[in-house]
DNA sequence: GCCTACACATAGACTGGCTACATGTAGCGA
DNA sequence: TCGCTACATGTAGCCAGTCTATGTGTAGGC
C-alpha cells in the first residue's frame, strides 16, 4: 500500500482500535498489524506523535502502567473520542461512497 | 469530506475520469462534480500541476486545442496510463478492504 | 463597457506522516 | 556474563502533495 493514502485517515485508525479498550501505543501498532492481516505496520514515529496529538485534542486519556520493571503509557477512548469515532467512521462512509463512485463508473 | 483525506487518490481519481474519453483541465474538475455529487470541487492550484506531473510520468498525453477562440489542453490517457489506472482500482480495493476492515470491527 | 464564466498556470505555504535517531528494560541463549 | 532480540517510548527534521492566493487572457451576455 502506497504510504500516502493513509493520510488523514490515521485518527480513525487509533480511535477505532481503542474502542472498547485500553492499550499502550506499542499494542496499538500490534493491534493495527493483526486486524489488517499484516497490512498495517505503522512506525512508532507516526503512532507516538499522533497519540499525543488526539490526547491534546481531548479524544483520548493516558496514564502510566508499570508492568514487570516496564513503563507504559495506556490510552483510552474519552466521551468525545467515542463521539469523533463515530464521526470518522460516518466520514470514511462518505469518503469511500466518493471515491469509489468516481473510479467504478 | 476533510480536505486531507483525498491525498494520495488524486492520481487515480483523474485517471479514472480520463478512461475512455479526451476532456481538458477545467472539464475534468466538472466531470469530477459531476461524478460526486458535487462532493468533490478541485481547486485549478490542485487539478493542473497534478495533470504535468502525470504527464511527465507518462500516464497522460496531451495536446493544444483552440475552440471558438479559447486555447485547451486536452488530455488522454497513455496505454501505461491505463496501466496505472488498473493498478489504482486494485489498490483502491485493498485501501478500502484494510481500513474498513480495522474501523468497522 | 462591465461582469461572469471559461481556461490555464505558478509560487509559496502548510501539514501530516515518515525516516532516522536516541534511550532504556527484560529475558534468553551461548 | 555478554550480547542479542523483543519490548517500549519519544523527538527532530525531512519531504511530498495538496491548497491558497495570485496572475493572465478570451467569449458572451446584459
Redesign the pocket.
Known amino acids: 500500500m502506497k ?2 493514502t ?6 480513525a485508525l487509533l480511535l477505532a482500535v481503542l474502542d472498547g479498550r485500553k492499550l ?4 496499538i501498532i500490534e493491534a493495527l498489524q493483526l486486524r489488517s492481516d499484516g497490512a498495517l505496520d ?5 503512532v ?5 496529538r488526539l490526547e491534546r485534542a481531548g479524544w483520548l486519556a493516558s496514564e502510566w502502567d508499570v ?8 490510552y483510552r477512548l474519552t466521551r468525545s473520542g467515542e463521539q469523533a469515532l463515530a464521526a470518522e467512521r460516518t466520514e470514511w462512509r462518505q469518503f469511500t461512497t466518493v471515491i469509489g463512485g468516481v473510479l467504478g463508473a
Open positions: 504510504a500516502d493513509l493520510r488523514g485517515h490515521l485518527d499502550h501505543g506499542y499494542a505503522l512506525p512508532t514515529g507516526t507516538y506523535p499522533a497519540l499525543r508492568v514487570s520493571g516496564r513503563k507504559r503509557r495506556t
